[in-house]
């Protein structure tokens, strides 16, 4: 079935480090795949998406490539600021198994100045 | 355009009492989807609901466990004769359509505890 593997935290950087986030996924069919942010005791919010292979997904200096040929999504950003602590969720979703998401278990990353 | 709405946010519930937790959808979505989030973990799929209509449960457990999605009104996941272990935050999302790349916006959670 269709699962999503994240690399596991927690993550501890200093301002404007480079920040990398692994995720790798395993599904049926052809799914899109999706970075979510968690702030402290709220919900989701979409952090960026990709359709389909070889896409980039972008938004607020974060970025992700669909990559087919290694199953993976993984989440960049050059320059880490200290509002970016959070918890990240990489997730599929994908047509053939209802629509669902699927998402991985979630990586804390901590920013200090 | 107002998001997904969740109530209550907090909810505490003694051992054998029923919980009911209320999601109002995005403006427009008609597709609605709970999930379960436990301490430590990711989220995990329980249901997805259409209007009037259960399009897939294979989420939820067999029992105690319902959800209904009626003509008016918000979206309820019912948890009857609760234990310690459904201690969880419960998240709702909502979507426009359904199609692979759809977005699902998620509201901001009920985190029930069960004492």
């Known amino acids: 079935g269709d699962s999503v593997t994240q690399m596991e935290g927690p993550v501890t950087l200093s301002e404007e480090a480079f920040l990398t986030i692994n995720c790798t996924y395993t599904a049926t069919g052809y799914p899109s795949l999706f970075w979510y942010v968690q702030y402290p005791g709220e919900g989701l919010q979409l952090l960026l998406k990709?359709?389909?292979?070889?896409d980039k997904g972008s938004n607020k200096g974060f970025e992700a490539t669909y990559r087919k040929e290694t199953t993976s999504f993984h989440l960049e950003k050059g320059s880490v600021q200290v509002s970016d602590s959070a918890v990240y969720f990489c997730a599929l979703s994908d047509l053939g198994t209802g629509n669902q998401f699927y998402f991985g278990t979630g990586t804390s990353l901590t920013v200090i100045p | 355009n107002a998001g997904v709405m969740q109530n209550p946010r907090h909810l505490v519930r003694r051992r054998g009492q029923e919980a009911r937790l209320r999601c109002s959808p995005m403006?427009?979505?008609?597709?609605v989807y709970w999930y379960r989030q436990l301490p430590e973990e990711g989220l995990k799929f329980m249901v997805y609901l259409q209007k009037e209509n259960i399009i897939d449960e294979s989420g939820m457990p067999k029992e105690r466990f319902s959800a209904e999605f009626p003509k008016e009104g918000p979206s309820i996941l019912r948890i009857q004769q609760v234990v310690r272990g459904d201690s969880a935050a419960y998240f709702c999302a909502s979507s426009q359509v359904q199609g692979s790349g759809e977005t699902q916006y998620f509201g901001p959670g009920t985190r029930l505890l069960v004492l």
């Open positions: 990709a359709t389909k292979a070889d």
């Open positions: 403006k427009g979505h008609s597709h």
